[in-house]
């Protein structure tokens, strides 16, 4: 508890001591006046300063004012009923300061629970000074240097290791707990764990860009995307306390008066009673605390099982998802491809790879990646000049001195030259050397072991379509799609057309229904961001990908994506099952207040009692592991 | 230009209420509270000195909510 928490119970206990005393020990006349209005004071003084100030601010209808007008207002009434009974205006200021005091002690728990659990920020970095380790602020790490990582030490830096080998637990970024087994020349990115041996790594990034302070940096600001439910909250709480007063006012004054007019007694304290019954209620407290918490807890729930949500609002749309849009390399297949056959050639079989290795070298394209993984040797990138990469088709480059065109059968169309089809199912890489078919390259992927499963899973909870997009031919595209079930594919298209089947998808589908695309963050920028949402996976270290997806996986499963969609859907059915609850009991008791059937008493637990229960409510978005 | 302060207020429909008071600052291009982790992010207008605009964003604040703490 902070040290205004702490001021603070200790007035409620003051004050509630003296409440309770006050009604057991019989005290007379104007002693007794002035005992009671101490307690009101020691509990409700700083209420009545603020609501003065408020005043003087030009700022009336704020909870404080009506806190204040409503106690000072049932005092008046006891005094001028001569009842003596000021219990309810120092109880109702009672339950007001204990509410207002869970709230601050909740919320203060529950961001402390949440930011412990993105606890992954390093302390410190070990730097080796003349043989001994010497502990410094990673921020003070320059780009370059070496820093020495010991088991138990979490990474602090991004860096590639220069020595040692070690198993790493990636839980906290990934929520994977299987180790991982890193060694020399390894990347290794911060805010893993290191749980065995010494590692010694030298630096490619400062601390602020490494990939731990981007996760803390995009979940901190995660809350300040805020969704259509904390706008229309917050519109709705700048609407409802003045639309309470004004008819708290005229509850005060339109029905004594027309009982007047009816020639009967009016019946002033009954009405003005009631009018100050309204205006207990009219705090909208438990709506504007209890949505901004769901949000956050689930947020930070998502974050522990390695799905970041990069603010409340994508949490409102990701659980509309009713179109799951993937990409097929990378998302729904490993993008480990493995050269499986090489036909047509003339040229030997190794020759033919090397032309292609070569050519390929400057391209990051899985395919390419895999086309000199199979070559096996250290490519010389001086063999090779004139690199022309055309999007969609593949490329064109001079090696040795002889122009070698590697790519589709649209490459081999647009340069006109007659190619050989493949019966083989996968990607089909032709190859023309100076101008004339050379033959070509089968590489194929492997689907990931539970994309199947991934795809049953989106289905059961509430995707209506999967659609998968591919640059890949036809025949190895409907494969894919046929064994994991998908329900439509588009193969054959350059990143553009990507965007285009998109766009085509946008149009067609209802509304109301979200489409989010999953990619794994290379090529798919355009996409990712045209889509309702986007989803990059796979994405530990990769800042592009974290910079364009509105929501990242941090590792490549893809059973994560429903796991997504279901996080989502809990936090957003916490965040209206709060707004009606706390509507439905505030409306209930304002018109029970009306009919003069709800007291005060009745009211401060609409405004306390619902806040409280909404915000333990949402606390519960934090609980997603099981989903 | 944007800049982030660490703010300290109670509850959030306060928070809701700077958040509106800052937009209004003169100098202010937009702002934005964030209640959980108690955190203000204030854009700035073109030319504008951040330290002069937010000693007006800290007045505004404590107008609506006299309670409200930023760290400037």
């Given at each position: 508890m902070s040290k205004k928490q702490k001021k603070m119970l200790v007035r409620i206990l003051i004050s509630a001591v003296m409440l309770i005393g006050l009604n057991l020990i019989p005290v007379a006349g104007l002693l007794r006046m002035a005992l009671y209005l101490a307690a009101y004071l020691i509990i409700g003084y700083d209420i009545l300063k603020k609501a003065g100030k408020g005043i003087l601010n030009g700022r009336v209808f704020d909870e404080n004012f009506l806190m204040a007008v409503a106690t000072v207002g049932a005092i008046a009434l006891a005094v001028y009923e001569k009842s003596g009974d000021y219990n309810e205006a120092i109880a109702v200021m009672l339950f007001y300061q204990i509410g207002e005091l869970f709230q601050s002690y909740a919320v203060g728990k529950s961001r402390k629970n949440i930011s412990a659990l993105m606890d992954i920020r390093p302390d410190y970095a070990n730097i080796e000074c003349d043989g001994s380790l010497e502990q410094v602020d990673p921020d003070e790490v320059a780009v370059g240097s070496i820093i020495v990582v010991q088991p138990g030490e979490k990474v602090p830096i991004d860096g590639i290791i220069t020595e040692g080998t070690a198993s790493l637990n990636t839980g906290a970024l990934t929520g994977e707990s299987l180790p991982r087994e890193v060694t020399v020349g390894d990347e290794i990115i911060s805010g893993c764990i290191n749980m065995s041996g010494v590692l010694k790594i030298q630096t490619t990034k400062e601390f602020g860009e490494s990939t731990v302070s981007k996760i803390l940096e995009l979940v901190e600001d995660s809350g300040s995307r805020k969704s259509k439910s904390e706008d229309f909250i917050s519109k709705f709480a700048r609407v409802y306390t003045p639309a309470v007063c004004i008819s708290a006012l005229l509850l005060a004054v339109l029905p004594p008066l027309v009982s007047l007019l009816l020639g009967n007694p009016a019946g002033w304290a009954a009405w003005i009673y009631r009018a100050l019954t309204f205006l207990v209620i009219s705090c909208p407290c438990a709506l504007v605390i209890s949505i901004p918490l769901s949000f956050f807890a689930g947020?930070?729930?998502?974050?522990?099982?390695?799905?970041?949500?990069?603010?409340?609002?994508?949490?409102?749309?990701?659980?509309?998802?009713?179109?799951?849009?993937?990409?097929?390399?990378?998302?729904?297949?490993?993008?480990?491809?493995?050269?499986?056959?090489?036909?047509?050639?003339?040229?030997?079989?190794?020759?033919?790879?090397?032309?292609?290795?070569?050519?390929?070298?400057?391209?990051?394209?899985?395919?390419?990646?895999?086309?000199?993984?199979?070559?096996?040797?250290?490519?010389?990138?001086?063999?090779?000049?004139?690199?022309?990469?055309?999007?969609?088709?593949?490329?064109?480059?001079?090696?040795?001195?002889?122009?070698?065109?590697?790519?589709?059968?649209?490459?081999?169309?647009?340069?006109?030259?007659?190619?050989?089809?493949?019966?083989?199912?996968?990607?089909?890489?032709?190859?023309?050397?100076?101008?004339?078919?050379?033959?070509?390259?089968?590489?194929?992927?492997?689907?990931?072991?539970?994309?199947?499963?991934a795809i049953a899973a989106l289905k059961k909870a509430g995707v209506k379509q999967?659609?998968?997009?591919?640059?890949?031919?036809?025949?190895?595209?409907?494969?894919?799609?046929?064994?994991?079930?998908?329900?439509?594919?588009?193969?054959?298209?350059?990143?553009?057309?990507?965007?285009?089947?998109?766009?085509?998808?946008?149009?067609?589908?209802?509304?109301?229904?979200?489409?989010?695309?999953?990619?794994?963050?290379?090529?798919?920028?355009?996409?990712?961001?045209?889509?309702?949402?986007?989803?990059?996976?796979?994405?530990?270290?990769?800042d592009a990908a974290i910079e364009a997806a509105d929501v990242v996986l941090m590792d490549d499963d893809p059973m994560k994506i429903a796991k997504g969609i279901k996080i989502s859907r809990k936090c957003l059915s916490i965040v209206y099952q709060n707004i009606v609850f706390a509507l439905v009991i505030k409306f209930a008791c304002l018109g029970l207040g009306a009919l003069g059937i709800a007291n005060m008493w009745f009211a401060i637990f609409a405004d306390v009692?619902?806040?409280?229960?909404?915000?333990?409510?949402?606390?519960?978005?934090?609980r997603v592991h099981k989903l | 230009m944007k800049k982030t302060y660490k703010i300290e207020v109670d509850c959030a429909n306060c928070a809701n209420l700077m958040e509106e008071a800052a937009r209004k600052t003169a100098g202010v291009a937009s702002a934005t509270v964030n209640f959980m982790t108690q955190k203000m992010?204030?854009?700035?207008?073109?030319?504008?000195?951040?330290?002069?605009?937010?000693?007006a964003v800290l007045k505004a604040c404590k107008k609506v909510e006299p309670d409200c703490e930023i760290e400037l």
């Amino acid at each position: 508890m902070s040290k205004k928490q702490k001021k603070m119970l200790v007035r409620i206990l003051i004050s509630a001591v003296m409440l309770i005393g006050l009604n057991l020990i019989p005290v007379a006349g104007l002693l007794r006046m002035a005992l009671y209005l101490a307690a009101y004071l020691i509990i409700g003084y700083d209420i009545l300063k603020k609501a003065g100030k408020g005043i003087l601010n030009g700022r009336v209808f704020d909870e404080n004012f009506l806190m204040a007008v409503a106690t000072v207002g049932a005092i008046a009434l006891a005094v001028y009923e001569k009842s003596g009974d000021y219990n309810e205006a120092i109880a109702v200021m009672l339950f007001y300061q204990i509410g207002e005091l869970f709230q601050s002690y909740a919320v203060g728990k529950s961001r402390k629970n949440i930011s412990a659990l993105m606890d992954i920020r390093p302390d410190y970095a070990n730097i080796e000074c003349d043989g001994s380790l010497e502990q410094v602020d990673p921020d003070e790490v320059a780009v370059g240097s070496i820093i020495v990582v010991q088991p138990g030490e979490k990474v602090p830096i991004d860096g590639i290791i220069t020595e040692g080998t070690a198993s790493l637990n990636t839980g906290a970024l990934t929520g994977e707990s299987l180790p991982r087994e890193v060694t020399v020349g390894d990347e290794i990115i911060s805010g893993c764990i290191n749980m065995s041996g010494v590692l010694k790594i030298q630096t490619t990034k400062e601390f602020g860009e490494s990939t731990v302070s981007k996760i803390l940096e995009l979940v901190e600001d995660s809350g300040s995307r805020k969704s259509k439910s904390e706008d229309f909250i917050s519109k709705f709480a700048r609407v409802y306390t003045p639309a309470v007063c004004i008819s708290a006012l005229l509850l005060a004054v339109l029905p004594p008066l027309v009982s007047l007019l009816l020639g009967n007694p009016a019946g002033w304290a009954a009405w003005i009673y009631r009018a100050l019954t309204f205006l207990v209620i009219s705090c909208p407290c438990a709506l504007v605390i209890s949505i901004p918490l769901s949000f956050f807890a689930g947020i930070g729930g998502a974050s522990k099982e390695g799905i970041l949500i990069k603010g409340s609002n994508y949490m409102e749309t990701l659980s509309q998802t009713k179109i799951v849009v993937f990409d097929k390399t990378g998302t729904l297949t490993q993008g480990v491809f493995e050269v499986n056959g090489i036909h047509h050639n003339e040229l030997e079989d190794a020759k033919l790879l090397e032309y292609a290795a070569l050519a390929e070298c400057a391209s990051s394209h899985p395919i390419s990646k895999s086309l000199q993984r199979a070559y096996g040797k250290e490519i010389d990138r001086n063999r090779v000049t004139d690199i022309e990469e055309i999007s969609g088709h593949g490329l064109t480059a001079t090696v040795d001195g002889v122009s070698v065109a590697a790519g589709n059968t649209k490459l081999m169309e647009q340069l006109g030259i007659p190619y050989a089809d493949c019966h083989c199912v996968g990607t089909i890489i032709h190859i023309a050397i100076d101008g004339t078919y050379a033959g070509h390259i089968v590489i194929s992927d492997i689907e990931k072991p539970n994309a199947k499963e991934a795809i049953a899973a989106l289905k059961k909870a509430g995707v209506k379509q999967t659609v998968m997009l591919t640059g890949d031919a036809k025949q190895v595209a409907e494969k894919v799609a046929a064994d994991l079930g998908v329900d439509a594919v588009h193969s054959e298209l350059l990143p553009a057309d990507k965007v285009s089947e998109v766009e085509k998808l946008l149009a067609d589908k209802p509304l109301k229904a979200k489409l989010a695309f999953v990619g794994d963050g290379i090529n798919d920028a355009p996409v990712l961001s045209r889509a309702d949402i986007g989803i990059a996976m796979g994405a530990m270290g990769s800042d592009a990908a974290i910079e364009a997806a509105d929501v990242v996986l941090m590792d490549d499963d893809p059973m994560k994506i429903a796991k997504g969609i279901k996080i989502s859907r809990k936090c957003l059915s916490i965040v209206y099952q709060n707004i009606v609850f706390a509507l439905v009991i505030k409306f209930a008791c304002l018109g029970l207040g009306a009919l003069g059937i709800a007291n005060m008493w009745f009211a401060i637990f609409a405004d306390v009692g619902v806040m409280i229960i909404a915000v333990l409510n949402a606390i519960r978005a934090l609980r997603v592991h099981k989903l | 230009m944007k800049k982030t302060y660490k703010i300290e207020v109670d509850c959030a429909n306060c928070a809701n209420l700077m958040e509106e008071a800052a937009r209004k600052t003169a100098g202010v291009a937009s702002a934005t509270v964030n209640f959980m982790t108690q955190k203000m992010i204030v854009e700035f207008e073109e030319g504008q000195e951040p330290k002069a605009v937010m000693q007006a964003v800290l007045k505004a604040c404590k107008k609506v909510e006299p309670d409200c703490e930023i760290e400037l």
